[in-house]
């Protein structure tokens, strides 16, 4: 099965601008989930789609949102970029249906610059 | 903010040796997972050890958990260069799919 394909994998922006992530999930796996990850912060959650329905969401203000479609494929949108937003952006996929956390099938992330 | 806090924060050793890792986390889990991640790339999944369970190993990787303590421990035996990489914890629970990461450890395997 082919892994988890995130596009862009470098992206640079501006401030103000916005911009939308791409994420495709290994094949049959339902859930898709974001992460941001930082120098200072680490690896953070931002938010977690199943059946194109957001589950969790991580503490990230409404500027962040995603979307998941029928075929799992997910996107996530950042709104009036800032500074800050520079990241590594990870999706992960995992064939997860229910309760209980099951490991995570990681993509190769997208760079973010915002100047 | 991560529940997990590992140490050391880096460390270095030469081909051959043993590395252990150890993280601590804060409240309950279902399970802990430990991920390794090549210089700034995806994150590759290593082990699963559920909240039940004491020890694991996968190959050269042991992995152990004491939940009274709320610590794991990462073994990488017979360590490689290709061991290099900074390798994370991640904490699980019952819901969704939320890990939950430690800050990670810096491993350099030096020939």
């Known amino acids: 099965k082919a892994g988890v394909t995130q596009t862009p994998r470098y992206l640079i922006k501006t401030r103000g601008q916005q911009v939308t992530l791409s994420c495709s999930p290994i094949s049959g796996h339902r859930s898709v989930s974001w992460y941001q990850q930082t120098p200072g912060q680490g690896l953070q959650f931002l938010f977690e789609y199943f059946s194109e329905t957001q589950r969790n969401k991580g503490n990230f203000p409404g500027r962040f949102s995603g979307r998941q479609f029928s075929n799992s494929r997910s996107e996530m949108n950042v709104s009036t970029l800032e500074l800050g937003d520079s990241a590594l952006y990870l999706c992960?996929?995992?064939?997860?249906?229910?309760?209980?956390?099951?490991?995570?099938?990681f993509g190769p992330g997208t760079r973010l610059t915002v100047l | 903010s991560q529940q997990g806090e590992e140490d050391p924060q880096a460390l270095s050793i030469q081909e051959g040796e043993n590395a252990t890792m150890n993280c601590s986390y804060k409240t309950s889990i279902n399970n802990l997972q430990w991920y390794r991640q090549n210089s700034g790339r995806g994150l590759v999944h290593l082990i699963l050890i559920r909240s039940n369970e004491r020890e694991k190993h996968s190959g050269r990787l042991r992995v152990t958990l004491d939940t009274s303590k709320k610590s794991s421990s990462l073994l990488i035996t017979a360590s490689r260069a290709a061991d290099t990489a900074s390798y994370f914890c991640?904490?699980?629970?019952?819901?969704?799919?939320?890990?939950?990461f430690g800050t990670g450890t810096r491993l350099l395997v030096s020939p």
């Open positions: 991640a904490k699980g629970n019952t819901g969704f799919q939320k890990l939950v």
């Open positions: 992960a996929s995992s064939p997860n249906s229910g309760t209980g956390v099951n490991e995570q099938f």
